[in-house]
């Protein structure tokens, strides 16, 4: 994936996030427009259609046309949605720098939380923009798990039936090899609760 600001600029808007997806016991890390991190999107497209948001034309576009064709995600064809969708996984280099790390930024909210002291308004926006960079999905095909931190959305109700899915902090299924947001002893997941 080629990281630029555009893509940090989506990421801070809202555009896009970040997924962490585990399939046959590895490890995968996607940028991509958070709309794609839902698992069934048939059922939103179908309510679309009953409800008369769509036309059956419509309908039936959108079900050829939906993450390359790929209206249910499922273990099977994940493996389609990495190939199709090459350019937006992240290798473990360029995790290395994802988050922009600012040790000084990361005192400043540990002196916070200690003393209660304010942050400036130009800390507090840099620290919701290295927050901006953290995932905010999590889809583990192994043991059918899917969670999420994207608030006021309800994507866990696009997750199958046999799947256990909700709105809740997924980090500890994250193995400490994988957490980019912790640098030199720092884990700046911390920033996401301020």
């Known amino acids: 994936m080629t990281l630029n600001q555009s893509v940090f600029d989506d990421l801070w808007n809202g555009e896009k996030s970040v997924c962490f997806f585990v399939h046959s016991g590895r490890c995968f890390w996607a940028v991509d427009e958070k709309y794609n991190f839902c698992l069934d999107a048939e059922k939103d497209y179908r309510a679309y259609l009953e409800g008369g948001d769509i036309t059956q034309e419509q309908y039936d576009l959108a079900c050829k046309e939906f993450r390359g064709g790929i209206l249910r995600m499922t273990a099977d064809n994940f493996p389609q949605y990495l190939q199709s969708s090459n350019e937006k996984i992240l290798s473990s280099f360029e995790l290395e720098n994802f988050i922009g790390d600012d040790g000084d930024i990361f005192k400043k909210v540990e002196v916070y ?73 720092n884990d700046y997941w911390k920033l996401r609760f301020l």
């Open 113 to 185: 939380y200690l003393t209660g002291e304010a942050l400036s308004m130009a800390d507090f926006k840099r620290a919701n923009v290295i927050s901006s960079r953290f995932p905010k999905f999590y889809i583990n095909f192994d043991r059918k798990i899917y969670m999420h931190l994207d608030y006021g959305r309800a994507h866990e109700d696009l997750a199958y039936s046999d799947w256990i899915s909700e709105c809740a902090d997924f980090s500890f299924l994250i193995p400490d090899n994988e957490r980019y947001w912790v640098k030199a002893g």
